[in-house]
């Protein structure tokens, strides 16, 4: 063991305590007396005898040039250079993690505040000299609070903290409470954790064991005879011609209860019943029932089913919303001397799309002007002339500005070269026609079904491409920038994906009537086509209700083309919103881009813009999975995560490892030091200030007896 | 003001012989008093008193009887042949000095000038130098004045001082009658020096006091702390002079209040003498205070 000092250049200060010397030895008397004739008189009147005077000028010497070396001491910043005290100078504290699961379960009945009273009085057992990190932990694990030893700010974190909607997972928590104490110096290591151990957050596969020496308190809020009933669900389908009818298919779940459960359950839309109905659901399952169709309002409201209160209400009422279902637009672009019935198939195939619906309007591609793409989605150019000039710039433009082309070519597409801007989007030109009509003719042989635009036909159920029969087709070029989706069984691009600025442009090149193909006559055809429109509008569902503990991305997820639409809400630039949570919280987000709102809260989140006067709901609801209260048992857990025995080395290690700084860092015995030094200070000053008051009441008794004398 | 007017103790410290330092002095003196108002103190005719039997018969002034036809006995003064005993205390106090001379020195000097000034007038003088006993003794004699110079000359200061056991043994020592000249700076209660001097004056001794002080001992001007040593005692003391210093001037006035209220009581010439005084004051001071007394009495 020795001492080192991380600013060694300080012990030069250390000269200073010659200040002390010098002022001791100015003030002190003289050594060589002064002869006097007698000391008779001298001896009447008061003294300091010698013995005292030296006591005090000593003592307070030494005070005061420990004081001085103290501080010097204490800017040299010094720290015990032994890896084995590294530990040991930081004290015999504890490093505790408190864990405080705060999922929907946990407000259950009573447990919350069970919960907090038992995380209170952990922070309420912490000495000075330990340190506590609370974290707060559903599916994900958040540290509330750093390792600190300060117990108000434990405690204001621990007020602050509320059950949310969210799920339970405790390996992220227990991930979290092993990278604290895994790199935590002190010798004593707790983690407590206070949860109602549900058996659905609980994975035994590779638990995660605490580090060597920590000690595993668990305290378990778990109810033995726990019961709920839960809307773990609803299904909305549109009815009616349009889909203007509604009908709501509630699902509602008994979790650990002996008996089936006879429960009230509702509809609410706005708030306002709509329709009540009793249902018995079985002990341990679950019980469908379906409404009467509803009349969908004409804008966005909320809707609830709502069965009766339990002891756990989060998963009582089951939210969503309701809204007009918008069109995607699409204008066709045909070539003016084509017939009605060369768009047969696509037109009747756009026209019973109800998921979304579409909207369809035909034009000769040679009469329309810039204008015409303003309020659209998707442009189709259907075996037509591409356009050039003011259209062909505005057509750019459209794409740019996220619109979506598909272009289909076609018998009339002619193999000249395309206009300027239609190059970018489309390539040079459509190339001459490839022949099939030898044999079976050709085959869509190559489709990646790892697009977006094929995902919903992979797997085993998904449709069948290789049925389809292609006699001609175009040779195509496709350029650098385009992505070829599917190839014909000769490598020729069949499906090609061009991305232009905002939007995207996909190129089909066997046409779309059943003159060059089958394809129309296959049962692909019209989930394809969908798939297509879909896809180069770039449209997303916004579902009706969001489960807690997710998150959305308030530019991207609420973001809508130009096209509008009822239930849309904010543009490319949303600029500042103001968002409205369940609990009535406020806050404002100054820039909504990639900002990412955390789902946390049970019920509908309301996010408007001021400047813009348009708002949105986003109906959150509980994870299904809090509803089921069976547990795992707490000492499965305990045993699970529990730490091997106490490694010294590791210490040894950790501080061995260390560079002065981080040694001197860690043991910071400067501070101690430095409140030495004050001490002493303040010693020296009482002593001082003792002595001189002591003095002066003697000097005034001894002369006081003197002159009784006399 | 000249050097023959005022002795400076500085200069006379110079010179090394005493009965020459004492020859200039009271030669000096008396030159200087030739025109004094107290010129003829050394009287030598007193009274004449009615004869009475067992007197000399030579002493019988036989011109009165010629003219009254009544025996007449003539006294003079000097038919006293007083005893003139210089005191000298030599304890350590008297060592001090916080000029170039010390007390002791100022001390010899007076004892040498009044010696020598006692033997002009034929008295005898004798010298005791004491402590707290007695050091030296000359006994009182015309013919020791000598003896009585060269044994100031080699006194020293030494060793602790108490008046009242020498004094004592003087007391019983001069069974004669004498002009006792006691030279001190009376470190002892004043109650204990009255007691020791009136025991002198019971047994009918002429006692003079003249009491010798440093002017350092009465203003006590020290400033630094320092501790102060006893000359006697070897005691050391610390001492804050700025603290002690009024304390300490009130308590040597008091003393030398009660001193001098004292002496003047029992009859007993008491003089201060600071060191930085000129010889011829205190002959000046002596002289004129015996004759006063010679007048009362």
């Known amino acids: 063991m020795s001492f080192a000092f991380l600013a060694p250049l300080f012990l030069v200060g250390a000269l200073a305590v010659a200040i002390p010397v010098y002022v001791h030895l100015t003030h002190r008397e003289r050594k060589d007396a002064v002869p006097f004739p007698s000391l008779m008189f001298l001896r009447r009147v008061p003294y300091r005898t010698v013995r005292r005077q030296r006591l005090r000028h000593w003592l307070l010497f030494l005070l005061r040039a420990l004081a001085v070396l103290l501080l010097v001491a204490a800017f040299a910043r010094p720290f015990v250079d032994r890896a084995a005290l590294g530990p040991a100078v930081v004290g015999d504290g504890r490093d505790v993690v408190i864990l405080l699961d705060h999922s929907a379960s946990m407000a259950y009945g009573d447990r919350w505040s069970r919960g907090v009273d038992a995380a209170r009085t952990t922070i309420d057992g912490l000495r000075a000299i330990d340190r506590a990190t609370l974290v707060a932990f559903g599916d994900r694990a958040d540290a509330v609070t750093p390792a600190t030893s300060d117990r108000p700010i434990l405690r204001n974190a621990l007020a602050a903290i509320r059950p949310l909607a969210v799920g339970t997972k405790y390996a992220p928590a227990l991930q979290l409470a092993h990278d604290v104490l895994e790199v935590s110096e002190s010798p004593n290591r707790e983690v407590v954790l206070i949860t109602d151990f549900q058996r659905v957050g609980w994975t035994a596969d590779a638990p995660i064991r605490m580090p060597d020496g920590t000690a595993v308190t668990v305290v378990d809020l778990s109810d033995a005879d726990a019961s709920n009933v839960a809307v773990t669900g609803v299904q909305l389908d549109r009815a009616g011609e349009g889909g203007d009818r509604l009908v709501v298919t509630a699902r509602v779940t008994a979790a650990s209860a002996d008996t089936a459960v006879r429960v009230g359950v509702t509809l609410e839309i706005e708030g306002e019943a709509v329709e009540s109905r009793q249902i018995t659901v079985p002990a341990g399952n679950a019980a469908s029932t379906v409404f009467a169709p509803i009349t969908v309002p004409d804008r966005t409201v909320r809707g609830r089913v709502r069965v009766d209160g339990d002891a756990l209400p989060y998963d009582d009422a089951f939210g969503f919303t309701v809204e007009q279902r918008t069109a995607i637009p699409l204008l066709i672009l045909h070539h003016p001397d084509a017939r009605a019935g060369e768009w047969l198939y696509l037109r009747q195939a756009l026209s019973i799309g109800s998921a979304p619906p579409f909207g369809i309007e035909f034009a000769p591609a040679t009469a329309i002007g810039p204008v015409a793409f303003d309020g659209r989605a998707v442009v189709v150019l259907y075996d037509a002339p591409v356009p050039g000039g003011d259209v062909g710039r505005s057509l750019r433009a459209f794409v740019e500005a996220g619109g979506g082309v598909l272009a289909v070519l076609g018998p009339r597409s002619g193999n000249a070269a395309w206009p300027p801007d239609a190059r970018v989007l489309l390539g040079d030109r459509a190339g001459p026609t490839v022949d099939r009509d030898a044999g079976r003719g050709g085959t869509l042989s190559i489709l990646d079904y790892r697009h977006p635009l094929f995902e919903p036909f992979s797997g085993s159920r998904g449709a069948d491409f290789s049925a389809a029969r292609f006699f001609r087709y175009r040779r195509w070029t496709p350029p650098d920038s385009a992505v070829v989706l599917a190839r014909f069984d000769d490598g020729v691009p069949a499906l090609a994906e061009m991305v232009v600025g905002g939007g995207r442009v996909l190129l089909w090149t066997a046409g779309a009537a059943n003159r060059w193909n089958d394809l129309p006559l296959q049962p692909v055809f019209l989930p394809f086509v969908h798939q297509l429109a879909r896809y180069a509008a770039s449209y997303r569902p916004r579902p009706a209700w969001r489960e807690a503990g997710g998150m959305i991305d308030l530019a991207r997820d609420l973001r809508v083309r130009s096209w509008g639409g009822a239930g849309t809400v904010f543009g490319d630039e949303p600029g500042e919103l103001i968002v409205e949570a369940p609990s009535g919280t406020r806050f404002i987000v100054d820039d909504a881009s990639g900002y990412r709102l955390a789902l946390n809260e049970h019920g509908f989140y309301r996010i408007r813009s001021e400047p813009e006067g348009i708002a949105t709901l986003v109906a959150v609801n509980t994870a299904p999975s809090e509803s089921d209260l069976g547990i795992v048992e707490p000492d499965v857990v305990s045993a699970a995560i529990a730490a091997g025995e106490a490694d010294g080395s590791r210490l040894a290690r950790l501080t061995a490892t260390l560079t002065p700084t981080e040694k001197e860092r860690r043991q910071a015995l400067w501070w101690y030091v430095m409140v030495a030094a004050l001490l002493l200070l303040l010693a020296e000053t009482l002593i001082a200030g003792r002595l001189s008051g002591r003095r002066y009441r003697r000097q005034t008794v001894e002369t006081r007896d003197a002159s009784a004398v006399r | ?297």
């Open chain 2, 1 to 297: 003001m000249t050097a023959t007017r005022f002795l400076d103790p500085v200069m006379l410290a110079r010179i090394a012989n005493l009965e020459l330092l004492a020859r200039t002095v009271v030669d000096g003196f008396i030159n200087g008093l030739h025109h004094s108002p107290y010129f003829g103190l050394s009287v030598d005719f007193a009274e004449h008193r009615p004869y009475m039997p067992g007197d000399d018969i030579r002493r019988v002034d036989w011109r009165v009887y010629g003219r009254t036809d009544r025996f007449y006995v003539k006294e003079f003064e000097a038919d006293t042949n007083a005893n003139f005993v210089v005191l000298l205390d030599t304890s350590g106090s008297m060592r001090y000095g916080s000029g170039p001379i010390s007390k002791l020195d100022y001390a010899k000097f007076l004892a040498a000038c009044l010696s020598y000034f006692s033997r002009r007038q034929r008295d005898r003088v004798g010298l005791v130098t004491l402590t707290d006993r007695i050091v030296d003794f000359v006994p009182a004699s015309a013919k020791h004045l000598d003896i009585v110079l060269h044994t100031l000359d080699r006194a020293e200061a030494d060793g602790p001082g108490s008046l009242e056991p020498p004094l004592l043994r003087v007391t019983e020592a001069l069974r004669r009658r004498s002009i006792l000249l006691l030279l001190s700076d009376l470190y002892e209660d004043p109650d204990v020096v009255l007691r020791s001097v009136a025991r002198l004056r019971a047994r009918g001794h002429d006692v003079i006091v003249f009491h010798v002080l440093d002017p350092a001992e009465i203003a006590f001007p020290f400033d630094e702390a320092a501790p102060f040593e006893d000359l006697e005692t070897g005691e050391r003391m610390p001492v804050v002079p700025e603290t002690l210093r009024d304390e300490y001037r009130e308590q040597m006035q008091r003393h030398l209040s009660a001193l001098g209220e004292h002496m003047t009581h029992s009859q007993v010439d008491y003089r201060l003498f600071e060191t930085s005084q000129p010889l011829d004051h205190a002959l000046f001071a002596y002289l004129s205070r015996r004759e006063r007394l010679s007048r009362v009495r």
